[in-house]
């Protein structure tokens, strides 16, 4: 058990209760997290209600085919990189036909990094139908199981920030 399973637990669950009363559906498309996300969310019951389906796409050609992201963009830019996160995000919301997607792309380590991208660089993307894409790269610390985890707790977090300011945006508008 890592010291972040209660905090990831606690906010699958706050995204479960949101997700449940706007009558959402989410996707994940993940790299470095392995399924973590897909993981945490179903451990709310009730989770089939806005959880359909989820996408592990390890290998850059996983991501090229099921989510469509641009063999172009994995060579100039690597797996971990905006470009390439944001397309997960985009290539997920699609294939899933879902409302939200969250995509991650890290190096957990303990090796695999490089003095641009060292160990615990992740690169997160959150999209709605509809709405902008966000995207940011975080730098976390730790072994490779907190940095996964690290992971699948700001993802889930970013989801919930994602869905608040879709509602903030759709009472204003």
């Not at 971990?80 to 190096?107: F, H, N, Q, Y």
């Amino acid at each position: 058990m890592s010291q972040y399973d209660p905090l990831i637990d606690s906010a699958a669950a706050r995204l479960g209760n949101a997700l449940r009363r706007e009558g959402l559906l989410v996707t994940a498309a993940e790299s470095c997290t392995g399924g973590g996300i897909c993981e945490a969310i179903t451990r709310v019951s009730g989770s089939s209600a806005w959880f359909h389906s989820g996408f592990v796409t390890y290998a850059n050609h996983s991501k090229a085919r099921w989510l469509n992201v641009s063999e172009a963009d994995l060579a100039a830019h690597g797996a971990v990189s905006e470009p390439v996160v944001r397309a997960m995000a985009l290539g997920a919301l699609d294939a899933a036909e879902a409302d939200l997607a969250v995509a991650v792309s890290g190096i957990a380590g303990p090796d695999g990094g490089s003095p641009d991208k060292p160990v615990g660089t992740v690169w997160f993307a959150w999209t709605s139908k509809g709405g902008e894409t966000l995207s940011l790269c975080k730098r976390l610390q730790g072994s490779r199981r907190e940095v996964r985890a690290q992971t699948v707790l700001h993802a889930l977090e970013g989801l919930l920030k994602l869905i608040e300011r879709r509602a903030v945006r759709q009472s204003s508008g």
